[in-house]
Structures are given as C-alpha cells and as structure tokens.
C-alpha cells in the first residue's frame, strides 16, 4: 500500500503564499498520478490540481491556475502545492491522493485510491 503524510498548512493572510508537501512511503512504485484535493465545511471535496508521477504533465482547477503550482521530487518521493495569491474562499483542509491507474489523470476523488489525512489552511480577509 501507499502511506500519504501532508504538511504545511496554516493560518495566513488574504495574498499570502504556503507551501503544502505531501510525502508518500510504502508501494510508491505503484503511484501513476498525485492529486491535490481540499475540502471546506460544509461542502464537497474539491480537484485543485494533479501531476503525473512520472512527468511533468499537470492539471488544475480554473480557480486556482496561476496562483497554485504543483510539483514533485520522486528522489523524495514528495508531491508540493505551491499556494500564492491566497484567498479567503482557498479556506479548506487540504487532501493529498495518489492514483494507481495507468494512463489516468484523474480529476475527482473516487479515482483516487490513497490518501493523506489533510492538512488544514485557513486565509483570512
């Protein structure tokens, strides 16, 4: 199996920056695709943005392109999320998740088959 460990969140100010990591341990050969995910109360878990484990290939969701930037260091086994620009309406628990499925770029949560437990940013006004 895949372990997912997230860290990096906080408390910050609306056009402030944080950067989320997310370090997978265990079966990381069997990882394709490393989603980023966020959740805020009262709401469903929201796609932020993707990367191919093995290239460069990303994805992200309209509301954040440009302000979040999402990378990876398999010599660490770690996926980021560069977060800049925050906004109060980026309040969430922040989910990192790793897809199996080769050849798949998956952009909602039931593709995804491991996760972290999250990590919380709150972004005040």
């Known amino acids: 199996q895949v372990q997912l460990v997230e860290s990096g969140g906080g408390l910050v100010q609306a056009g402030d920056s944080l950067r989320l990591s997310c370090a997978a341990s265990g079966r990381t050969f069997l990882i394709y695709t490393m989603g980023w995910f966020r959740q805020a109360p009262g709401k469903e878990r929201e796609f932020v943005a993707n990367?191919?484990?093995?290239?460069?290939?990303?994805h992200y969701v309209d509301s954040v392109q440009g302000r979040f930037t999402i990378s990876r260091d398999n010599a660490k086994n770690t996926v980021y999320l560069q977060t800049n620009n925050l906004k109060p309406e980026d309040t969430a628990v922040y989910y990192c998740?790793?897809?199996?499925?080769?050849?798949?770029?998956?952009?909602?949560?039931?593709?995804?088959?491991?996760w972290g437990q999250g990590t919380q940013v709150t972004v005040s006004s």
């Open positions: 998740a790793a897809d199996r499925t080769p050849g798949r770029l998956g952009l909602v949560a039931e593709q995804y088959h491991y």
């Open positions: 990367i191919k484990w093995s290239s460069d290939i990303t």
